[in-house]
T-cell receptor
Framework: AQKITQTQPGMFVQEKEAVTLDCTYD???????LFWYKQPSSGEMIFLIY??????QNATEGRYSLNFQKARKSANLVISASQLGDSAMYFC?????????????FGQGTELSVKP | NAGVMQNPRHLVRRRGQEARLRCSPM?????VYWYRQLPEEGLKFMVY????????ESGMPKERFSAEFPKEGPSILRIQQVVRGDSAAYFC?????????????FGQGTRLTVV
C-alpha cells in the first residue's frame, strides 16, 4: 500500500501567488514525522519543513507552512509569494517510529513551475 | 562544517562492471542512509547503517548490491555486475541520531549511468 501519496504530478503557479502541494499519508503508528524536501533541477535534496505527529501547531519556516490535518492524514505544503526559484520537484516524506531506524518514505513528487 | 559528501557525482559503467559509490557523512553523524531515485520517481530507501553495522537493509536488492560503513572512512555502496536497470541517482543521507524530529542531510547524489 502506498504510504505517501502526492496526487499532483505537476503544478503551475503565477509568481507572487501562493500554492498548495498535496500530500496524504498512511500509517498506523501514533508517533511519526512528516517532511518536505525540494529537489531543483541541479538534483540535490533540500530540507524545507518538518511536522511531528504530536505537534499541535502547524509548522512554518519562512514562506513555507505545513497544513497538517491529522484526522485526514494530510500534510500539505503551502508556499506563499511564489518565486521563480521555487520551480522544482517537491517531495513529501514520512518517518515512522524511531525503532525502525529513522528511514524516510517518500512520495512520488510534484513538479512545481512558477510562471513570471 | 562540510555537508554530506558523495563521490563521484557522475559515474558511467558498462554492463557487467562494478560501481562503487562513496558517502562521507556530516561530521559527528553516525547514521547513514542510502536511497535510490529512478527517473521520474521519488526516492526509495535502500539501507541504513551505523558504524560497522548494517541496521536495516530491507530496501536492498537481494543480489549484486552491498553496503558498508567502516570504522574509518566513508560509507560505500557497491553494485556488482551492473545492468541498465541500475541507472539511477543514488543519494546518501546522514543524521546524528534517530530522534524523530531531526532532519536527514542529503548529499548531492551520484548519478549512475550503465551503458
Amino acid at each position: 500500500a502506498q504510504k505517501i501519496t502526492q496526487t499532483q504530478p505537476g503544478m503551475f503557479v503565477q509568481e507572487k501567488e501562493a500554492v498548495t502541494l498535496d500530500c496524504t499519508y498512511d500509517t498506523s503508528d501514533q508517533s511519526y514525522g512528516l517532511f518536505w524536501y525540494k529537489q531543483p533541477s541541479s538534483g540535490e535534496m533540500i530540507f524545507l519543513i518538518y511536522q511531528g505527529s504530536y505537534d499541535e501547531q502547524n509548522a512554518t519556516e519562512g514562506r513555507y507552512s505545513l497544513n497538517f490535518q491529522k484526522a485526514r492524514k494530510s500534510a500539505n505544503l503551502v508556499i506563499s509569494a511564489s518565486q521563480l526559484g521555487d520551480s522544482a520537484m517537491y517531495f513529501c516524506a514520512m518517518r515512522e517510529e524511531p525503532n525502525q531506524g529513522g528511514k524516510l518514505i517518500f512520495g512520488q513528487g510534484t513538479e512545481l513551475s512558477v510562471k513570471p | 562544517n562540510a555537508g554530506v559528501m558523495q563521490n563521484p557525482r557522475h559515474l558511467v559503467r558498462r554492463r557487467g562492471q562494478e560501481a562503487r559509490l562513496r558517502c562521507s557523512p556530516m561530521k559527528g553523524h553516525s547514521h547513514v542512509y542510502w536511497y535510490r531515485q529512478l527517473p521520474e520517481e521519488g526516492l526509495k530507501f535502500m539501507v541504513y547503517l551505523q558504524k560497522e553495522n548494517i541496521i536495516d537493509e530491507s530496501g536492498m536488492p537481494k543480489e549484486r548490491f552491498s553496503a558498508e560503513f567502516p570504522k574509518e572512512g566513508p560509507s560505500i555502496l557497491r553494485i556488482q555486475q551492473v545492468v541498465r536497470g541500475d541507472s539511477a541517482a543514488y543519494f546518501c543521507a546522514s543524521k546524528d541520531s534517530t530522534a524523530m524530529n531531526t532532519e536527514a542531510f542529503f548529499g548531492q547524489g551520484t548519478r549512475l549511468t550503465v551503458v
